[in-house]
C-alpha cells in the first residue's frame, strides 16, 4: 500500500511538473512589483530590441528580448522600473489613447508574438547584434513597425504598405492567423520616482492552457483522494 501511494505521488508530482510548462509555454518570468532594467540591443531607432534584465537582491538576468510601445516616454539603461502593470494596453500611449489607455492593436500582438517564439518571417536572428545591415535591420524595421501600427509616429492612419512588417501582419489578421496573439501584453513600468516610462512588450501564458492546467489538478486532486481513502 506504501509503494503504491508513493508511485502514484510520483505520478501527480511528474504530471503537474509537465502542465505547468505546458501552461508557461513561450511566457516570460515577470509579475507585478517586479523590477527590471533595460539594456540596449539590436536597433538604431532608439527603440528595441531592448533585453530586459530581471533584478533581485543578489543578481541581474537578462531574461527577454522587447520592443517599445511609446515613442516618446523614456527611460536610460540600467534604471531600475517597476513592473506597475500587465495588461492588454499602453499607459497614456501617444497614438488612440482613451482614459489613458492605449490598448495594444492585433497587428503588434502577431508581429511580436512570433518574433518571441522565434518564427517571425524574415528575421535575422542568427547574426550578431552588432553587425549593420542584419540584425539590426530587422530590429529597426520591427520596432517602426510596432510604433506605426500603434499610432506613434505622428499619424493615426494606418498604412499596410508602411514597411515589409506592417504589410505581413496586416495580411496575417485579416487572413484570421491569430494563434498565440493572446499571449502578448503590455509591461506598464513606472520610474524610480513615479513618472512613466516606456511601456514594453511581453508574454504571458495562454489563458487556455491555464484552464486546462486547472482542470488536470482538479482530476488528479480526486483521483489522489480516492486512492487513499481505500
Known sequence: MVRGKRLLLFSVFSSLL???????GWAYPLK??????????????NGGEFKANL?????????FRT??????ET?????HLTVAGISDFAMAGGGGASDGKDYLDAKTKYLYYHFSIGDLVGYDYESSDLIPGTRID?????????????????????NPD???YTRLAYDQIIAGNTIGIDNVRALNLIKPDGSKAQDQLTMVPEPGALLSL???LLGLGGVTRRRFKR
Open 67 to 72: 520592443f517599445c510601445l511609446e515613442k516618446f
Open 75 to 79: 527611460f536610460y539603461y540600467g534604471q
Open 32 to 45: 507585478v512589483g517586479d523590477v527590471i532594467s533595460l539594456s540596449d540591443g539590436p536597433g538604431t531607432t
Open 162 to 164: 508602411f514597411n515589409f
Open 18 to 24: 509537465l502542465f505547468s510548462a505546458a501552461a508557461s
Open 214 to 216: 486547472g482542470i488536470v
Open 138 to 158: 530587422s530590429a529597426n524595421m520591427l520596432q517602426l513597425a510596432i510604433w506605426h501600427i500603434e499610432g506613434e509616429l505622428g499619424t493615426t492612419t494606418f
Open 55 to 63: 533584478i533581485n537582491p543578489t543578481s541581474v538576468s537578462d531574461i
